[in-house]
Nanobody, 123 residues
């Protein structure tokens, strides 16, 4: 697998989780836009946060101020620190990579996807 997520789980509202996405050594993901997306039951998959090759992050309005996207120095692992979690954050979270250095808007332009990790937030 090219992208492997971990760190999901069940927490109570107000809690925190840190997701990780390990990248394959066979692909030069350091030159890729990296992102986190999520899909809740009955809803379409949505962008949560992205980080371009220059390290500039962008966030969905619903997570601004609560979530932080980051990478390790070698850009082999992508993280999503999620604080002050809410029940509406419950979803399967996916790591994705786009060969475009600037993060595209269309999810169709992300070339690699992980298998997803479940996050459940209870009230």
């Amino acid at each position: 697998a090219q992208l492997v997520e971990s760190g999901g789980g069940s927490v109570q509202a107000g809690g925190s989780l840190r997701l990780s996405c390990a990248t394959s050594e066979f692909t030069e993901f350091s030159t890729y836009c990296m992102g986190w997306f999520r899909k809740a039951p009955g809803k379409e998959r949505e962008r949560v946060a992205t980080i371009n090759v220059k390290g500039m992050p962008t966030y969905a309005d619903s997570v601004k101020g609560r979530f932080t996207i980051s990478q390790d120095n070698a850009k082999t692992t992508l993280y999503l620190q999620m604080n002050t979690l809410k029940p509406e954050d419950t979803a399967t979270y996916y790591c994705a990579a786009s060969a475009w250095p600037q993060c595209p808007i269309s999810q169709g332009d992300y070339h690699y996807w992980g298998q997803g990790t479940q996050v459940t937030v209870s009230s």
